[in-house]
């Protein structure tokens, strides 16, 4: 007969809008063992899988504390009620804990006042110094917690009491084998239970199976970022494409191959696991409202299931380029490639090259390298990392332009070069490699150019000096690691492309705010990513300056917005980088 032999799920942590799936393990009559499921309507030998989930509500309320999720709530800060900020956010397990997240928290604070001054002077008032806890509420009562647990009064589930234990009511919430918490959840007890049921007579056979939860937290959520413009023009916080103006957002999502615990030990491993973190990045990205998006670290699978389709629901046509397999062992759906995204309504596909530099590596070595040292060349040059670029014709006309007859096309590239530090040659190849086909592209066309992605080198390494300057200096350190000999001459190490990183506008503009998150000597963001290991910056946004202008950036995140207990990715941020979004307008084409 069907039996269950065990029951559990991925995570001991549920968290609000992220699906839970129990793993079950079911023995069939033949003796065989599967996890495969059994609906009644396709019993084995007369007997089905049935599955129902509970909410178990105590009479006693709980809070959950903002910021150690897993930890009951024991204090509460009545700025953040004065405020009228999420009352979730208000909640502190002790008063160490809010001690330690004031200088983040009172920015909540100061935000939700709208008192920050955006000429960049209120550093010391936001940053101040916490000196007391005249702010908090130790005395928690059962009303303020009601309100941050109800969210509403709108029951999701048509929920009925089907018990009372002590001070304990059981509400049946779902009745599928997987369940997606609600707002209502929050700080309860979810229950899962699996029974084998009788075809004929509906009625359970054995024991059931259950498993219990522990609470049910919100899921978190930075502090939204806003997008600070560069020019005169005034920006509010978000994107307005009807302008003639398109926006671009380069994000490496950080591949669920790699967001492993022997990395990543200090995020929660319910933060790491996928089910929440691609929700969380979705969030996260959709909310951008960018016009193109090219994220890189894209797992195969995941872009098929997962972001092309929900990214669909938003508008979006999607682009892939796996990463190729000469290198990588493990299964071809893990493989991660980069994938650009592009809003239907606002540009249409034209053309897409797709740049892999295993290919470009056995020509180089056909040509330059002697037989004899051609597999040693080959190991080192051979790194599976690809570009995907995209030409694209805007739908919309760039206001004051003469464009009537005239096709508006823009060359997006979205790349990810090599990560290993030791191989500083194979890095400033593959980008020499990258800007020679884009050159060939601009020799055929009048086209802006847009290069983004996760370039794995630092503001002055020689890959960014090639990309920023259009050339190398022949005395750069980096030029002294080239054991096969593919650097030189030096002089071919510069290009025609007028390429500019649209963050350094940044530094030439007014906001002092952004300009203290900008390295004066480089321009550049001081960190695009940040974790225990390394902060520093990997990830530009690239543009042609003689045919495009940047009217506005998504600000950049400094040490402070990040909770100082913590680094990259946590519960907030769901990868090893940030995003970064530049707003563009084509400049005026000159008559010739």
């Not at 929920?159 to 059981?170: I, L």
């Not at 009745?175 to 084998?196: M, N, Q, W």
């Not at 002089?491 to 300009?515: I, M």
Request: glycine share 4%.
């Amino acid at each position: 007969m069907l039996s269950v032999l065990r029951v559990h799920l991925p995570s001991d942590i549920p968290i609000v809008g992220c699906e839970l799936t129990p793993y079950v393990l079911i023995r069939h009559p033949d003796k065989t063992v599967s996890t495969e499921d059994v609906p009644e309507s396709l019993p084995i030998e007369g007997h089905f899988l049935r599955y129902k989930w509970y909410r178990i509500q105590s009479d006693k309320k709980v809070a959950i504390c903002s910021v150690h999720p897993s930890e009951q709530a024991t204090l509460q800060c009545l700025g953040c009620v004065k405020a009228k900020l999420p009352i979730a956010k208000s909640y502190h397990c002790t008063t160490k804990c809010f001690s330690d997240a004031w200088q983040h928290h009172r920015v909540l604070h100061e935000r939700a006042a709208s008192a920050v001054n955006e000429n960049g002077n209120e550093e010391e008032d936001i940053y101040g110094r916490f000196n007391n806890t005249s702010g908090m509420n130790n005395n928690i009562n059962s009303s303020t917690i009601g309100q941050a647990v109800a969210n509403g009064t709108t029951t999701l589930f048509p929920a009925a009491v089907t018990q009372r234990n002590g001070g304990e009511t059981w509400f049946e919430v779902g009745r599928s084998k997987t369940y997606t918490p609600t707002a209502e959840d929050i700080g309860h007890v979810l229950k899962f239970e699996c029974v084998v049921v009788d075809s004929e007579t509906k009625s359970p056979v054995g024991q059931a199976n259950t498993i219990l939860t522990s609470r049910v937290i919100p899921a978190p959520s930075p502090s939204p970022r806003r997008m600070i413009s560069v020019t005169n023009a005034d920006v509010s916080g978000h994107l307005d494409s009807s302008s003639g103006t398109f926006s671009v957002l380069s994000y490496n999502v950080l591949c669920d191959s790699y967001a492993t615990n022997d990395l990543y030990g200090y995020c929660p491993s319910w933060a790491l696991s996928w089910p929440y973190r691609r929700q969380n990045l979705l969030r996260e990205i959709v909310g951008y409202l960018a016009d193109i998006v090219c994220l890189q670290e894209v797992q195969s699978d995941h872009f098929e299931e997962f972001f092309a389709p929900e990214l669909d629901k938003h508008g979006y046509q999607a682009l892939f380029k796996r990463r190729t397999a000469e290198v990588y062992n493990g299964s071809n759906q893990t493989i991660d490639g980069c994938a650009t995204f592009f809003r239907r309504n606002r540009f249409a596909h034209v053309k897409k090259y797709e740049v892999e530099f295993n290919k470009a590596a056995q020509s180089l070595t056909d040509a330059l390298v002697p037989s004899a040292q051609k597999k040693t060349a080959l190991n080192r040059l051979v790194k599976d990392n690809v570009a995907l670029i995209a030409v694209l014709e805007a739908k919309f006309n760039n206001q004051g332009v003469d464009t009537v007859g005239k096709r508006q096309l823009v060359c997006v590239a979205n790349t990810h070069v090599n990560v290993q530090h030791e191989l500083k040659d194979v890095k400033l190849w593959q980008v020499h490699t990258l800007i020679k086909g884009l050159e060939k592209i601009a020799a055929s066309a009048d086209i802006p150019m847009l290069v983004c992605g996760d370039f794995n080198s630092v503001p002055g390494s020689a890959p960014h000096a090639l990309l920023a300057i259009g050339k190398v200096d022949p005395l750069h350190p980096d030029l002294a690691v080239d054991p096969l000999g593919i650097l030189r001459p030096d002089t071919k190490l510069t290009h025609t492309l007028p390429l500019v990183s649209a963050y350094s506008s940044f530094a030439r503009s007014g906001y002092e705010q952004q300009k203290k998150r900008v390295d004066p000597n480089t321009n550049e963001p001081l960190f695009t990513s940040c974790t225990r290991d390394f902060i520093g910056t990997l990830d530009y946004i690239f543009y042609s300056a003689d045919s495009l202008t940047v009217e506005s950036l998504l600000e950049l995140l400094d040490e402070d917005s990040l909770r100082k207990d913590t680094a990259l990715p946590s519960p907030e941020w769901s990868s090893d980088h940030i995003a970064l979004l530049a707003e563009f307008r084509c400049k005026p084409r000159v008559r010739r």
